[in-house]
């Protein structure tokens, strides 16, 4: 059965930075919330960093397999059309976004 | 006070594939917007990458290069930012586990000396697409033409100390991934793009001071101008009893200012992680060999070898050798032309001169190597003069066509006949007999002085066309003629 060893403390303004980060709206009222909640998901982790791992080896894929590679060559031929006939905004080629600098 | 500026600078490099990193998009520069952005470069669902073998190669090839460690095992990872060019939500970058390790390379400084320039790391990662933030009435255009396109990025320690430095390390660095083939280095096209992090300490301190980071500068010059102005508004602070932020900063050549980009872009935290759709990248140690074994002649070797092959100085041979195109064309020449002098000195201070003033390539030159080297010929073999092949070369470079046809053309064979000479030497001597009598009236070395005046009559006579060398022989000749019978 799983224990939390120590919960880590984690504020409501980590809350807002990450959800900025990943552009996430959290309305006020359920901030508080959501914060108690990743504040026990936080929790788990940290008991699972309290497992002893010097002597393993970080895995970056659980399959035991290498990746193949791809000759270069150019495969793909021009299909803008089809793209942007379900893309909400284009013009003179470019994708329309709302804009990102002021 | 008297500031140690330190620098390091990480270097976008874009590696020549023929298609992307991760898809069989092409990665042609130029093309129409998103005529090149397949279905992986737009993220559609479901797509996955697969990686180009040729941008591990060039990767590779970079690491043996700089006498670096290279990761037989390499992963990559996801960089998480949202910005509309980069369509994923996620770069795929190296971070744990970079393709490149330690190395280095020597710069050269223009007083002759050599430091050498330890490389922390250089990892594979895919180019991000454009923004046009212009003409778009309050909307953002995106082109993802270059998303996807291999980049390496090459991260240098911080042992700059100066701008002239960090010049002389993106030089040579250009020199280094062009000989080996790798990239195109061309900076207008942002082939190779530079972040510099800049820091001063007070001099004989050993600890860094605070950095900033300044983005995308892409040249040689911006280099240099980003360099200056930020030391100086870094020492500014610094002196008012200030300290410097830790941030990221544009350089603005309109302006030439660095400024602050808005904080909210910099708060960035990028939550890295391998990337679940590609394996580890593991690559055999015999792989790694007989790429070495077919590496590219780098330029400090070559530089070495047209010094003892051609017999050329050190500077010769720096610019000779820096850039394989001109390697390539100085070397054709020589060999065409069969005097490897000659040729330095006609590629440098002709070929190199022409370019320079018409702000074009080596690759747009009007006058290719053999056509120089059929010129050079020509004046070796005493047909023309060096003077008149400058005349020639101009008249190739605006397309009249080659040396021999240029020189039949507009009458400018050398004049070696001696008959014809002597006649015209004849000419001068007596129609100035004055200075006649006052060369023979002069001591040895005011002869040597006069005796100018009448080589000057016949070149003139000639329209530059006498054999110079022959010239001098039939005047001395005459003019103790003129002497002796005079004398009786």
Known sequence: ?102 | MNWEVVIGLEVHLQLATQSKIFSGAATRFGAEPNTQACAVDLAMPGMLPVLNEQAVRYAVMFGLGIGAEIGLRSVFDRKNYFYPDLPKGYQISQFQEPIVGRGHFDIQLEDGSVRRIGITRAHLEEDAGKSLHEDFHDQTGIDLNRAGTPLLEIVSEPDLRSAEEAVAYLKTLHSLVTSLGISDGNMAEGSMRCDINLSLRPAGSDTLGTRAEIKNVNSFRFVEKAIHHEVERQADILESGGKVVQETRLYDADRDETRSMRSKEVANDYRYFPEPDLLPIVIEQSWVDSIRARLPELPAARRERFIADYGLGAYDATVLAAERPLAEFYEAVAKGCGDAKIAANWVQVELLGQLNRNDLQLSESPVDAPALAALLQRILDGSISGKIGKQVFEAMWAGEGDADSIIEARGLRQVSDSSALQAMVAEVIRDNPEQVAQYLAADETRRKKLSGFFVGQIMKLSRGQANPQMVSNLLNEQLADAGENGDT
């Open chain 1, 1 to 102: 059965m799983l224990t939390v060893v120590k919960v880590m403390t984690v504020h409501q303004d980590d809350i807002e930075k990450l959800a900025e980060l990943a552009r996430v709206r959290i309305p006020v009222e359920e901030a508080a919330e959501v914060t108690a909640r990743i504040a026990t998901i936080l929790g788990l982790v940290d008991q699972l960093q309290s497992v002893d791992t010097a002597a393993v080896e970080p895995m970056a894929n659980p399959l035991d397999a290498v990746q193949r590679l791809r000759v270069d060559a150019v495969t793909e031929a021009n299909q803008r059309e089809a793209f942007q006939a379900i893309a909400p905004a284009v013009e003179n080629g470019l994708y329309l976004v709302p804009k990102v600098i002021e």
